[in-house]
Every structure is written in C-alpha cells, then in structure tokens.
C-alpha cells in the first residue's frame, strides 16, 4: 500500500521527530524506497524535524540532519506541529520544490 502511494506521490514530506533516533533512522529507508519506487535519482522532498518544541530532549543534532540533507540533495526544516512552527511552511516548500 505504502509504494501505491510513493508511485503517485508529487512529492513528499520526510518527518521524523528530533526526540527520537530511530524515527530519523528510518527516514533514510523512505528516502530511498520512494527512489526505487519512482526510478529517479532525484525527487521533490523536504525532511523535516518535528517537536522543535522539545529541543531539551533532543537526540537528532541540527547538523545530522542538515548533514543529511545536503548528502541527499533536499531541503531541511524544523518545525513543531504542537506550536504551529514552520507547519504551513514545510508544506509551501514541498510545493515550491514540485513546481
């Protein structure tokens, strides 16, 4: 069911939570199914780290994920979905990277 979606996808949203490795982990599993899946080597993708909010707790570093991004050619943001931070923008940005 997963890949029906990733096939007519336009583009995707990777979140993971900045509280939780393993979250981050699997985001490199989607990334690259959804590559297999379109048979491209590029595809509009934002990753995004959510729970900005609970920086204190965090176990996913900025620069990992930045580091991530950059390795993979895709924007990164943070946002908090608790506090509305940087969610309507991650979603303006995944249709500014499919235009």
């Given at each position: 069911?997963?890949?029906q979606?990733?096939?007519t996808?336009?583009?995707?949203?990777?979140?993971f939570?900045?509280n939780?490795?393993?979250s981050?982990?699997?985001?490199?599993?989607?990334?690259t199914?959804?590559l297999?899946?379109?048979?491209?080597?590029?595809?509009?993708?934002?990753?995004?780290?959510n729970?900005?909010?609970?920086?204190?707790?965090?176990q996913v570093?900025?620069?990992?994920?930045?580091?991530?991004?950059?390795?993979?050619?895709?924007?990164y943001m943070?946002?908090?979905?608790?506090?509305?931070?940087?969610?309507?923008?991650?979603?303006?940005?995944?249709?500014?990277?499919?235009?």
């Open positions: 069911m997963r890949e979606y990733m096939r996808g336009e583009g995707f949203l990777l979140i939570a900045i939780d490795r393993g981050f982990n699997e985001i490199s599993k989607f990334h199914q959804i297999r899946v379109k048979d491209r080597d590029e595809f509009p993708m934002i990753l995004v780290g729970k900005a909010d609970l920086d204190l707790q965090r570093t900025r620069e990992e994920a930045l580091n991530f991004a950059r390795e993979n050619r895709i924007p943070e946002a908090s979905a608790k506090i509305r931070l940087n969610v309507d923008e991650s979603f303006h940005e995944l249709v500014r990277a499919i235009r």
